[in-house]
């Protein structure tokens, strides 16, 4: 059995996505893995070149951003293309898998690889939001997908491409594997959040105001959100130690819920509720 990763990417340093974390996250039970890399401002290709793996091929192709969201699939379609294993195996630049997932995930791959009732497989999602210690399961976010799929050549991505469908319009057959991605595209200094919103503006995901294109995003007040009290891939503890709000946030947490078991014991648990939550 053979395993490819792959993912696409552009101005990963002017956005700050955790690309090279992303990458080495998965890496190690991957046979091979496809970085499509869009023309950047920014020094992306070189960076990318910088993690001299022989298992990392990239491609390169002219990002064209008139297609709007679409392009975003189109694109990961490319590299899929270029995929050569029996599965498939997805992350965008801003998404990490945990290090104690792995196993797991290779032995549902192996498991699944000959079951033909399984197309694909699922993954939860932990949404992180201005702070490494909590995210949304708000409506409106995502909060399950597949992302490991057979490549076999009829499965392809689709709209903005958050997930996978089949090219005959059949329901995918998905098999849930347990495991995380861990999402931080929302955990950046609020400069940041606003270049990567009018970034996102420019592809077709949001309409802003001038004063939203300007001036900082304001994350609002954190309590509203669930607590992660696990931990995080270890790839990503520098990025995590260096966030001043997530270490405000770390205290606040400790002096409030110093008593919590789930934070002695670094439990990675997540909320399966839904929540309405009011955003200003």
């Known amino acids: 059995m053979k395993i490819s990763g792959f993912t696409i990417v552009r101005n990963a340093i002017q956005y700050d996505y955790p690309v090279v974390e992303s990458i080495q996250s998965i890496l190690p039970i991957c046979d091979e893995f496809i970085v499509n890399v869009g023309n950047s401002e920014d020094g992306t290709l070189s960076l990318i070149q910088s993690l001299r793996d022989p298992k990392i091929r990239i491609i390169q192709n002219v990002w ?23 599965w498939a195996f997805y992350l965008q630049a801003d ?39 909590r995210y949304r399961v708000d409506y409106g976010w995502f909060q399950k997908q597949g ?25 995918l057959k998905i098999k849930n594997t347990g495991c995380f991605v861990y999402h ?16 996102a503006e420019k592809i077709g995901f ?32 520098n990025r995590v130690r260096g966030h001043p709000l997530s270490e405000e946030d770390r205290k606040i947490i400790q002096r409030k819920y110093w008593w919590h078991p789930f934070r002695i014991f670094r439990v990675r648990y997540k909320s399966f509720k839904r929540v309405k939550i009011k955003i200003t």
């Open 64 to 86: 064209d951003l008139s297609m709007g969201k679409e392009m975003l699939s189109y694109q990961t379609n490319l590299a899929l293309k270029e995929c050569r294993g029996d």
């Open 206 to 237: 949001a309409t802003l105001t001038d004063p939203e294109r300007q001036e900082e995003y304001p994350y609002g007040d954190l309590e509203r959100f669930p607590i992660y009290w696990g931990t995080h891939p270890r790839l990503m503890q």
């Open 95 to 133: 998404e990490v898998i945990h290090e104690n997932d792995l196993r797991r995930l290779l032995q549902c791959m192996k498991k699944s690889r000959n079951d033909e009732t399984t197309q694909a497989l699922r993954l939860r999602w932990f949404h992180f939001y201005g702070s490494y210690h």
């Open 184 to 199: 931080y595209g929302w955990v950046h200094s609020p400069s940041i959040m606003t270049q990567r919103r009018v970034n």
């Open 147 to 171: 992302r490991i799929i057979k490549n076999n050549g009829t499965i392809e991505s689709w709209g903005d491409a958050w997930a996978f469908r089949r090219k005959d319009g059949q329901p």
